[in-house]
């Protein structure tokens, strides 16, 4: 058994997409509509292959309230892992993306955490 899909709920899917696409660096995969909504999922350049992320629409009252309060309580949504996190961290702040703050190192990893702009904090991560 092995993850092919995962998601994060977004408030808006297109300005998700333009976000993971244009700032992030992922491309799009699959975007079917499905009614009012989309099946858009995003997926890293350098492997088409491997687990999809959904760009879910929050459509579901309880999904909001969750959200809101992870956001609140600065809980990431999700986590991307990174080769050099100073690196992507410069890079993403040229691109105007949002940090909570510089990139801190605990054990064997650094982190740093991002607003997305569709209601989630996102982490990045480089193990050492």
Known sequence: ????????????????????TEKLGFVVKNEIPIGEH???TVVSPEDGHQVELLLEPIA??????????LFDAHIPATMFGVDDIRESYGKLVKLG???????????????????????NLIQIAEQH
């Not at 092919?4 to 993971?20: C, G």
């Not at 579901?60 to 309060?69: D, I, L, N, S």
């Open 97 to 119: 993306v949002m940090f909570t703050g510089e990139p801190k190192t605990m054990g064997n990893v650094t982190i740093a955490l991002f607003d997305d702009t569709c209601g």
């Open 1 to 20: 058994m092995k993850i092919i899909v995962t998601s994060v709920m977004v408030n808006d899917q297109e300005k998700a997409k333009q976000f993971y």
């Open 60 to 69: 579901f009252g309880p999904a909001k309230v969750y959200q809101k309060e």
């Open 38 to 40: 989309k099946w858009l």
